[in-house]
Protein backbone atom coordinates (compact mmCIF):
# COMPACT_ATOMS: atom_id res chain seq x y z
CA UNK A 1 0.00 0.00 0.00
CA UNK A 2 2.89 2.20 0.97
CA UNK A 3 4.46 1.36 -2.53
CA UNK A 4 1.29 2.29 -4.31
CA UNK A 5 1.16 5.82 -2.30
CA UNK A 6 4.80 6.76 -3.48
CA UNK A 7 3.72 5.69 -7.04
CA UNK A 8 0.79 8.08 -7.22
CA UNK A 9 2.58 10.98 -5.64
CA UNK A 10 5.55 10.57 -8.08
CA UNK A 11 3.09 10.26 -10.70
CA UNK A 12 1.03 13.32 -9.46
CA UNK A 13 4.65 15.38 -9.30
CA UNK A 14 5.20 14.51 -12.68
CA UNK A 15 1.71 15.68 -13.79
CA UNK A 16 2.25 18.64 -12.17
CA UNK A 17 5.52 19.68 -12.42
CA UNK A 18 6.63 22.00 -15.46
CA UNK A 19 6.00 19.96 -18.61
CA UNK A 20 2.78 20.31 -20.10
CA UNK A 21 2.42 16.74 -21.83
CA UNK A 22 1.87 14.79 -18.66
CA UNK A 23 -1.15 16.69 -17.30
CA UNK A 24 -2.73 16.99 -21.01
CA UNK A 25 -2.07 12.59 -20.81
CA UNK A 26 -4.46 13.01 -17.56
CA UNK A 27 -7.15 15.03 -19.32
CA UNK A 28 -7.28 12.90 -22.17
CA UNK A 29 -7.10 10.07 -19.95
CA UNK A 30 -10.34 11.48 -18.01
CA UNK A 31 -12.09 11.68 -21.05
CA UNK A 32 -10.98 8.07 -22.32
CA UNK A 33 -13.80 5.45 -22.51
CA UNK A 34 -11.61 2.63 -21.42
CA UNK A 35 -12.86 2.16 -17.40
CA UNK A 36 -9.34 1.25 -16.05
CA UNK A 37 -8.07 4.22 -18.00
CA UNK A 38 -10.09 6.51 -16.65
CA UNK A 39 -10.61 5.44 -12.88
CA UNK A 40 -6.18 5.45 -12.61
CA UNK A 41 -6.87 9.38 -14.18
CA UNK A 42 -9.73 10.17 -11.48
CA UNK A 43 -7.55 8.79 -8.79
CA UNK A 44 -4.21 10.64 -9.60
CA UNK A 45 -6.93 13.36 -10.22
CA UNK A 46 -8.60 13.62 -7.04
CA UNK A 47 -5.30 13.41 -5.47
CA UNK A 48 -4.16 16.34 -6.88
CA UNK A 49 -6.83 17.98 -5.38
CA UNK A 50 -6.45 16.74 -2.03
CA UNK A 51 -3.03 17.74 -1.86
CA UNK A 52 -2.29 20.37 -4.31
CA UNK A 53 -4.91 22.11 -5.35
CA UNK A 54 -3.39 25.96 -6.53
CA UNK A 55 -0.84 23.97 -8.61
CA UNK A 56 -3.86 21.75 -10.22
CA UNK A 57 -6.01 25.06 -10.87
CA UNK A 58 -2.87 26.26 -12.21
CA UNK A 59 -3.07 23.93 -14.29
CA UNK A 60 -6.21 23.58 -15.73
CA UNK A 61 -6.18 27.15 -16.55
CA UNK A 62 -2.98 26.96 -18.18
CA UNK A 63 -4.35 24.14 -20.56
CA UNK A 64 -7.99 26.45 -20.89
CA UNK A 65 -5.75 29.17 -22.03
CA UNK A 66 -3.07 27.65 -24.50
CA UNK A 67 -4.97 23.85 -25.20
CA UNK A 68 -5.10 23.70 -29.27
CA UNK A 69 -7.94 20.65 -28.66
CA UNK A 70 -11.41 22.06 -28.15
CA UNK A 71 -12.37 18.94 -25.97
CA UNK A 72 -9.60 19.48 -23.99
CA UNK A 73 -10.13 23.61 -23.55
CA UNK A 74 -14.25 21.91 -22.23
CA UNK A 75 -12.85 19.64 -19.80
CA UNK A 76 -10.68 22.10 -18.24
CA UNK A 77 -13.55 24.71 -17.78
CA UNK A 78 -15.71 22.31 -15.92
CA UNK A 79 -13.52 20.49 -13.92
CA UNK A 80 -11.88 24.36 -13.17
CA UNK A 81 -15.08 25.38 -12.23
CA UNK A 82 -15.73 22.70 -10.20
CA UNK A 83 -12.20 23.37 -8.46
CA UNK A 84 -12.50 26.97 -7.62
CA UNK A 85 -16.78 26.48 -6.74
CA UNK A 86 -15.88 23.38 -4.73
CA UNK A 87 -17.30 23.64 -0.85
CA UNK A 88 -14.68 23.98 1.68
Do not use: C, W, Y
Amino acid sequence: MAESTQLQQAQLATILGPEPAPFKTLISHLMASANEQRSQAELLFNLGKQTDPDSLSLKLTHLLQFSLAQEARAMSAILLRKQLTRSV
